[in-house]
């Protein structure tokens, strides 16, 4: 079955979105949209905290733990994840699985120390892509401000054969502007990763959905804006998941 994962990205307890990672703006209260998204049958929520990087430290422990007393879907955390301690934090606040990625590029070994002690099942990469050329694509970190020089496909390996247990993949330049996913990128890197890929960005229509599955091979779909601003629903994306090739 291909998940529909709920996106917040937060700043302390304020669910905010931009356009690129660029112009972010406060939508409103990140549980509230937690709960809602649960009442409306979302299969998984993810909180990245959007400014944690900065400080060097995990920031949503409280947020989480209101979260899991309320919402019973698997939940996954990101944002400052630098140490095992720092995810043991967020594990112990709430969070099933923990979302790394200026940290896991910073230090890759820190994907294997984690896998070991806490189990792959519980480390998702957050790859953020920016395109450089066709079929080609730069990870970025801090947001999407930094550049890494890395290449998005071999750093999509390079994690897998560490530990890690899923992918989050974010298309940069389609991020927060409905223009659909990027296809040639999730694919290559679907493609390539016998792990689940989580598909994120530029979501912003029901066709949107089908060709991410379908044409991009997505695992799964993490959709912020239009569901923020009720673009889409749970029932027509679930619809639309019905409808694909691969079916539900």
């Known amino acids: 079955m291909t998940r529909i994962i709920g996106r917040l990205d937060v700043k302390g307890r304020r669910l905010i979105k931009g356009i690129q990672y660029e112009g972010v703006r406060v939508i409103g209260d990140a549980l509230d949209y937690a709960r809602k998204y649960y009442a409306a049958g979302i299969d998984e929520l993810v909180y990245i905290d959007a400014v944690a990087s900065l400080y060097g430290r995990p920031s949503m422990s409280q947020l989480l733990k209101d979260t899991v007393e309320e919402v019973f879907v698997p ?17 112990s606040s709430g969070a099933d699985k923990v979302a790394i990625n200026t940290g896991a590029i910073r230090n890759p070994s820190l994907i294997s120390e984690i896998a070991d002690r806490f189990g792959s099942q519980c480390v998702v990469i957050s790859i953020q892509a920016k395109q450089t050329a066709t079929d080609k694509w730069e990870a970025y970190v801090e947001c999407g401000r930094e550049k890494t020089g890395i290449d998005v496909i071999e750093w999509a390996k390079e994690v897998e054969k560490l530990g890690a247990g899923e992918i ?28 689940p890929v989580i598909a994120s960005g530029g979501i912003g229509s ?29 029932a027509s994306i679930r619809q639309a998941v019905k409808n694909t090739k691969r079916g539900e």
Do not use: C, W
């Open 75 to 91: 939940v996954t955390a990101g944002g400052g994840v630098n140490t095992v301690d720092d995810v043991r934090l967020l594990l």
């Open 206 to 234: 029901v066709e949107d959905v089908s060709d991410l599955i379908d044409s991009g091979y997505a695992d799964a779909l993490a959709i912020g804006k239009a569901l923020h601003f009720e673009r889409l629903d749970m």
């Open 168 to 195: 989050l993949l974010t298309a940069i330049d389609k991020d927060g502007t409905y223009r659909g996913g990027d296809i040639p990128l999730v694919q290559q890197v679907a493609g390539f990763a016998n792990i």
